[in-house]
């Protein structure tokens, strides 16, 4: 039995593993387990084929990628060609990839074998999982509540175990926040750190793909893999090669500031904010420096986010006329898809520009230019990643209620800036999950964090 | 009455990649949707790569032909028009603000330059869409109303299409390359748009047609909306065009996929020097310097090569001399070979010697404009080509022996000139000319036939 994400890949890369016996037994457990949880929309069936590749040249001696062996789960709106990029969505139900993303390409090239594509919300438009055109998706962790989204998909199927590790997207929140309702590390990394082509847009200006996990280092395997500068897209940092992995063996966090704010606490459940404040006093016990920072306009973030994205993705669902696709968007998607085209088509409109769009745009810069100012004082701040606890599957709730969780994970993608999800604890065995937030590319300090939270639980 | 015309005219630039991907440009030489890929198809999930730099150097290089401003130092965002339209892929458009602004050719204000994207090719008849002509790079170029006449807009367009021929950035060949949106409006009435206007010639006819519509429509007492409407070429009329397609508001966004341009200083400088000079302004340049008409330094400068070939010739021989050579003689040779200065094969050299012997009248013109022929189908040394085509120059006996002769011969032409018909000399100078076998200067000859009959009357 192997312990970690880095213990499994090393054991397949040693032979001690069969790369086809790690998917067949993923096969299984998803045959027997998902048509409850409902995480996956498609299996790729040259998995088994793929993962006798990876064996094939093992055992012959020759070189195999960081990821050999290990089972991806690829969410429904990242391509991966012969397999369906539906975006949970009737729109592009039949529509089969022609190209692999750029993030498909660098796994594919680590020897990754990708099992499937995974449930989410309709266009990423949702924060529980439930506007998939293919029914919600449900949470292992906390049977009969939402796993959260939108990669409630990728979320359920590492907690469930159906997989070593997922790609999700996040674009206010969807990988942190099913991270931190199913209890697994999720990682939303730094706007302009890991490529996006061919990943279909929800918004552009804030969309990042990351990793969801079992372990921290699961996720930094999978991060360190997928980041990094391609001459394949114009809207990325100049960042060649990373390293994660071999980083995080280094040290702990003694003598690192951690910044929390006293406006979390204004924003999230008490009994949240509870298990979250433990998990501070555990990183003052591991040599942390806790520092409070002033983040005065934090819940300012989540109205501006929700104009902006909507006229993002106003612009980026254009494409979906009919013409190409079978059915055009506005005639098939579900109500929240609707509502954020009909948003983004209103506030786009000339004369409103200025009364709304360009507010947004003006409350983005205050808000990265608050963080960045919290984040100079020091090296991440901790607190909690959703200020509520799941809903019930089939709860009722107003877009408003459910844009409520989404409130602290925005201002990271507003800013642009990186943040990360690990498992802090549990309240009547629900999972809340903690948010490590770092600064522009401070990926390896947000891990750092996690990993020795991780060691100390 | 007073009116105000302008012009928004879109270009495609000459580059072999399209703006936002790899895809070639060449759309009119292969098959439909074979220049293709999931960036200018608009598949799900395709982002654009970084705009194409060599067509981003060849608007900046456009704008200084025409005297703008280049906007430099600051951001310039790459902006999605959207509208729905089957030739648009993903629904939207790309279009930067302005690269450059404040510009000015022949005394019609250029108001701004903006980089875009050709959309597709929509056949409403088939119901297909070519893609392959979508996001190969345009120029658009904006002026201001200043112009008062169709003439005037016709002629600012002839030398448009001149100035931007001679960036050698556009693209040539016709079929679409250049698209033109025009506004004109009468005073007392709105501003009309025209659009769907594929050639100067149609920009004319479309002016035309609204100057008589809106004079009439004002006549009546009626008012001219402020509209938008259509050419239809084939009928040489405008007509409204559907409000749905003109109401939509364009919605324009920053695209978040691109950065911005910016565009440094030292590289419009670096530009600006390397740039070839605009036409109107070599015409002038040619004008003093030369001394040579404004009508031949028109022509010479007709064409970027033409201008170059000149200047070339003009170093080595009398510059006036070969102006009017190059206007009249060179011009005539290439026409009728249908060739274009950039398909001349002899040298300046070559040309340079041949204007030397004309000037210092070892051959007379005809002559010379038989060995120039020659010249055009196989450079060589026009001294050679002179003594190969037997066009040594006579003995002044050999003339006036030929001269006696003719006059022996053709009496009855004699006479008609004594008695006053001054034709009979050109009929004697033709067959003098035609015994030389072209040998000798028709001027001179006649010259002499006059000189000998004068001599003999007195």
């Known amino acids: 039995v192997v312990q970690g994400t880095l213990e499994k890949v090393s054991a397949i890369q040693r032979g001690d593993l069969l790369a086809v016996e790690n998917v067949g037994t993923f096969l299984d457990l998803i045959q027997k387990n998902d048509k409850k949880i409902n995480s996956f929309l498609e299996l790729n069936r040259g998995a088994q084929a793929d993962a006798e590749a990876v064996d094939r040249r093992i055992k012959r001696g020759e070189k195999v990628g960081k990821l050999a062996g290990l089972v991806i789960g690829v969410k429904a709106n990242i391509n991966v060609i012969g397999l369906r990029a539906s975006c949970a969505s009737r729109t592009l139900e039949n529509y089969v990839s022609t190209y692999d993303a750029d993030v498909i390409k660098r796994v594919r090239a680590e020897d990754g074998v990708i099992i499937g594509i995974n449930n989410m919300d309709e266009f990423a438009c949702g924060s529980s999982g439930e506007t998939s055109a293919f029914g919600p998706t449900e949470n292992p962790a906390a049977p009969g509540h939402i796993p959260g989204g939108s990669s409630s998909g990728g979320g359920a199927a590492v907690a469930a175990g159906f997989c070593d590790l997922c790609l999700g997207t996040d674009t206010g929140g969807s990988i942190r926040n099913p991270a931190s309702h199913c209890g697994i590390v999720g990682i939303k990394p730094t706007y302009g750190l890991v490529p996006r082509q061919g990943l279909i847009d929800l918004g552009m200006s804030l969309d990042q793909i990351g990793p969801l996990a079992p372990d921290v280092g699961g996720a930094a ?84 986010y929700y104009l902006i994205v909507s006229v993002e993705f106003f612009s980026g669902t254009r494409k979906f006329d009919g013409r190409k696709y079978g059915k055009r968007i506005e005639d098939v998607c579900g109500e929240e898809v609707l509502r954020r085209i009909v948003r983004g088509r209103y506030i786009s409109q000339k004369e409103y520009r200025g009364k709304y769009y360009q507010r947004a745009l003006q409350v983005r810069t205050l808000i990265r230019h608050e963080l960045m100012a919290a984040l100079q004082q020091v090296d991440v701040i901790v607190g909690p990643t959703v200020p509520k606890l799941p809903h019930r599957l089939g709860t009722k709730l107003t877009p408003m209620e459910m844009y409520a969780y989404d409130y602290l994970t925005i201002p990271v993608n507003m800013a642009g800036t990186c943040a990360g999800v690990v498992k802090a604890g549990t309240i009547n065995g629900i999972p809340v999950g903690l948010q490590v937030q770092g600064k522009v590319l401070g990926e390896l300090d947000v891990l750092r964090v996690m990993r020795s939270l991780e060691a100390a639980a | ?116 994207e050709d959309p597709g090719q929509y ?77 100067v010639k149609g920009a004319y006819r479309a002016l035309k047609y609204e100057i008589i519509r809106q004079r009439e429509k004002l006549k009546r007492g009626e008012t001219v909306r402020r509209e938008t409407r259509a050419f239809l070429e084939s009928q040489m009329i405008t007509v409204p065009m559907r409000a749905k397609e003109t109401e939509e508001d364009d919605r324009y966004i920053p695209d978040p996929d691109i950065f911005p341009l910016i565009l440094e200083d030292k590289r419009v400088e670096l530009a600006r020097a390397k740039m070839a000079e605009p036409p109107h302004l070599r015409e002038r340049r040619l004008i003093e310097k030369y001394g040579i008409s404004r009508a031949a330094a028109e022509v010479i400068v007709s064409e970027r090569e033409l201008a170059d070939f000149y200047e070339a010739v003009a170093k080595e021989a009398d510059p ?41 009248k070892r051959v007379t013109p005809e002559q010379a404009e038989l060995v120039l022929r020659e010249l055009a189908k196989r450079p060589a040394d026009p001294q050679e080509l002179v003594l190969e085509l037997g066009l040594i120059p006579i003995e002044k006996s050999e003339l006036k022996a030929a001269i006696l002769k003719v006059l022996e011969e053709n009496e009855r032409a004699v006479e008609d000139y004594r008695a006053g018909k001054r034709e009979a000399i050109n009929f004697l100078t033709g067959k003098v000319l035609g015994m030389l076998k072209g040998r000798a200067d028709p001027r001179k000859i006649t010259k002499y036939i006059i000189d000998v009959l004068e001599k003999r009357r007195s």
């Open chain 2, 123 to 199: 056949d409403p008849v088939a119901g297909t869409v070519d893609f392959n002509r979508s996001g190969v790079p345009l120029v658009e170029i904006v002026t201001e109303p200043d112009m008062k006449s169709p003439e005037e807009a016709r002629k600012f367009l002839r030398i448009l299409t001149r100035v931007l021929e001679y960036t050698g950035k556009v693209r040539p060949e016709a079929g679409g390359a250049m698209r033109t949106d025009v506004n004109i409006s009468l005073e007392g009435g709105g501003r009309v748009e025209v659009k769907n206007i594929n050639s």
């Open chain 1, 221 to 304: 395997l999978l991060l360190e893999t997928i980041a990094g500068k391609t001459q394949n897209e114009c809207v990325l940092l100049d960042v060649s090669e990373v390293s994660y992995v071999e980083r995080l063996k280094d040290d702990g966090i003694k003598g690192m500031r951690i910044g929390v704010s006293p406006k979390f606490a204004e924003i999230a459940d008490p009994a949240i904010m509870r298990v979250i404040d433990e998990q501070v006093e555990k990183l003052r016990d591991l040599g942390g420096e806790i520092v409070e920072v002033d983040l005065p306009n934090l819940e300012k973030a989540m109205p501006a």
């Open chain 2, 320 to 360: 006036k001399l070969a102006a009017s050579w190059f206007r009249t003689k060179l011009k005539k040779v290439l026409n009728y070979m249908k060739l274009r200065a950039a398909d001349i094969r002899f040298t300046p050299a070559q040309m340079a010697g041949l204007l030397r012997m004309v000037k210092s």
């Open chain 2, 1 to 116: 009455m007073n009116i105000k015309i302008g012009f928004e005219i879109h270009q495609q630039i000459a580059t072999r990649r399209k703006m936002y991907c790899n895809c070639p440009t060449n759309y009119q030489e292969v098959l439909p949707n074979t220049n293709v890929c999931p960036i200018c198809t608009g598949m799900p999930g395709a982002k654009p790569l970084p705009p194409n730099e060599q067509a981003v150097a060849a608007a900046i290089e456009i704008a200084l032909m025409l005297g703008c401003k280049i906007v430099t130092g600051q951001t310039i965002y790459i902006q999605r028009k959207h509208y729905d339209y089957p030739d648009l892929p993903s629904g939207y458009q790309r279009t930067s603000l302005p690269i450059a602004c404040d510009g000015e050719l022949q005394g019609v204000r250029i108001r701004e330059i903006h980089l875009e």
